[in-house]
């Protein structure tokens, strides 16, 4: 390998974001590098466990609304470059008591931005959609437009779009450090040293170690996905079983129905709520993991409470207030940064993509992205 090679733009971290980020800009022309620590794609970061559940009705905000119109509009762009399906409608439910912050969020992003929604009792639900066995003073969102991205293979997708337009890419090449360099940076690896006009940073729980201002702004957090075999499965099947997420008493569930894999799936947001170590990861799924999965399973869908088929383990990064960090670095604007999803990001890379590719070419970006600036935090 060359001691020092000059690139436009450099992308460190090769998971959701990264992948999506080198798309963009070697979409624009940039003579673009990927470094990823791991292999490309790998299972040891934040996109791991098949798919991921999109929705527009968005309880989190309203103002995420617009960016995932847009980002729905690319991932079918992408479906049609990489010849994939990507993404599955199967309509999405957000579920809780209605004067709780799932419903009442996901009602507001509904109306604000007039997406076409119902609201559910309990009983309709479960004569619609018979998996669902919710509590009477439950009610659910349903709004059609949601549905699942088959994840691992969008970071394939976007990879594979970045390379067929003349990306380079190295896998199992770790960054080490970055610094600017005049109106550019320099990036050090653990084999070589590059030159670029631009860096985008999206290297998910490890930001902190390459950016340290954001080592206590974006905390890491061990979570895990369980597959069940269904009772019924004709319950849980995609024309059947809208994806969802729940506010329980027990916690926020969210769910899919089968596809891709055996199993119906289910997951809870901060599971054990255990920040972890990024040298300590407890990769290896425990009892305490499945009963905390069990208990919204037994009583929210008790005919896929059969048999455990796999559990996954992957990684959170939160910020204090849930929301993400989208914004140029504070001292050197010639760098861009993708962090902190709190868990709920991945629908949106492939708009991250574009607004990381906006940030380091054009220095702005149409879309909104005021309420993620590093400011906040
Ligand atoms: C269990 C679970 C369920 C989820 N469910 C949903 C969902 O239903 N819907 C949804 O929208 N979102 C969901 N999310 C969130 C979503 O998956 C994440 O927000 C998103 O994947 C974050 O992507 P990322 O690119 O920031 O991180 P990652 O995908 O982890 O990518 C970061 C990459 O950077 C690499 N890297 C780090 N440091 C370096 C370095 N120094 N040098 C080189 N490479 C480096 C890493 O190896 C990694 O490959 C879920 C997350 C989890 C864990």
Redesign the pocket.
Known sequence: MDSSRTFDAIV???????SATLYHLARRGQRVLG????DVP?A????V?VN???RLAYAEHPDYVPLLVRAYELWRELETLSRERLLVITGGLDVGRENEETVRGSLLSCQVHHLVHELLDAGTVQRRFPGYQLPHEMVAVYQPDGG?LM?ERCVVAHTVAALDLGAEIHGR????SWSANGAGVRVT?ESGTYEAGSLVV?????VG??VAELAPLAIPER?V?LWTQPRRPEFFRTQAFPVFTMQAPEGRF?GFPVFGVPGFKI?KYHHRRQTVRLDAIDRACHLEDETVLREGLRRYFPDADGPTLAMKV????NTSDEHFILDRHPDHPQVAI??G?????????SVVGEIMADLVLEGATRHKIDPFRLARL
Request: charged share 10%.
């Open positions: 460190v971290g090769l998971g959701s974001m990264g470094l990823e620590q791991f790998n040891l970061g934040s996109s466990g991921r559940i999109i699942f994840s090449e770790r960054a080490i690896t999206t290297a998910g729980p490890w170690e390459l979570q996905l969210y997951g992957c990684l959170f990064t993708a962090a999803f709190s868990g709920h990001g991945f629908k949106f890379c």
